[in-house]
T-cell receptor, first 112, second 111 residues
Framework: DGGITQSPKYLFRKEGQNVTLSCEQNLNHDAMYWYRQDPGQGLRLIYYSQIVNDFQKGDIAEGYSVSREKKESFPLTVTSAQKNPTAFYLC???????????FGPGTRLLVL | QKEVEQNSGPLSVPEGAIASLNCTYSDRGSQSFFWYRQYSGKSPELIMSIYSNGDKEDGRFTAQLNKASQYVSLLIRDSQPSDSATYLCAVNPFTGNQFYFGTGTSLTVIP
């Protein structure tokens, strides 16, 4: 059963804590993306990666970090430097020779 | 200036009517255009992609692209209550691998 999985579905962060959101895909897609969605602001790009061991900052990378050690996996860490992390986080992927992005189910991050 | 702009709505149409959703973009070199549907609390799902000027039809959905006017629209014919969702316009500019999304238009189809 192919697709993009994100875990957990809900995540609670305490102040000063780093948390990591998981994104895995078995579609053999080359590029992977992390977006943040806030009410009324649409999707904003945090980071993206076109190949293993390489990634680029998006428009709102401050306070976040990523790694791309495997083609299938693109975890996002929300660090304590991100002062307003409450949002819906979406992972997406696409084939390098195609234009269409496909999204995972999302992780909702809440601050305690 | 925002890269991609959409009327946030809400847009309400009666069941069976045509819903018209509009999107403008700022990068004249943009090559790829997408419409996603997003139900409340869920992730976006692709409805249509369009790359050339003109109309592209898929079932009840028609995407229209006018690159000269930097305008892309989505028409939903015979609107159903199940079409009630937020519709996101996305653009992939020529210069990079980064997609830009509009803030979305909320559509409600009234039975």
């Amino acid at each position: 059963d192919g697709g993009i999985t994100q875990s957990p579905k809900y995540l609670f962060r305490k102040e000063g804590q780093n948390v990591t959101l998981s994104c895995e895909q078995n579609l053999n897609h080359d590029a992977m993306y992390w977006y943040r969605q806030d009410p009324g602001q649409g999707l904003r790009l945090i980071y993206y990666s076109q190949i293993v061991n390489d990634f680029q900052k998006g428009d709102i990378a401050e306070g976040y970090s990523v790694s791309r050690e495997k083609k299938e996996s693109f975890p996002l860490t929300v660090t304590s430097a991100q002062k307003n992390p409450t949002a819906f986080y979406l992972c997406a992927s696409k084939r390098q020779d195609q234009e269409t992005q496909y999204f995972g189910p999302g992780t909702r991050l809440l601050v305690l | 200036q925002k890269e991609v702009e959409q009327n946030s709505g809400p847009l309400s149409v009666p069941e069976g009517a045509i819903a018209s959703l509009n999107c403008t973009y700022s990068d004249r070199g943009s090559q790829s255009f997408f419409w996603y549907r997003q139900y409340s609390g869920k992730s976006p799902e692709l409805i249509m992609s369009i790359y050339s000027n003109g109309d592209k039809e898929d079932g009840r959905f028609t995407a229209q692209l006018n690159k000269a006017s930097q305008y892309v629209s989505l028409l939903i014919r015979d609107s159903q209550p199940s079409d009630s969702a937020t519709y996101l316009c996305a653009v992939n500019p020529f210069t990079g691998n980064q997609f830009y999304f509009g803030t979305g238009t909320s559509l409600t189809v009234i039975p």
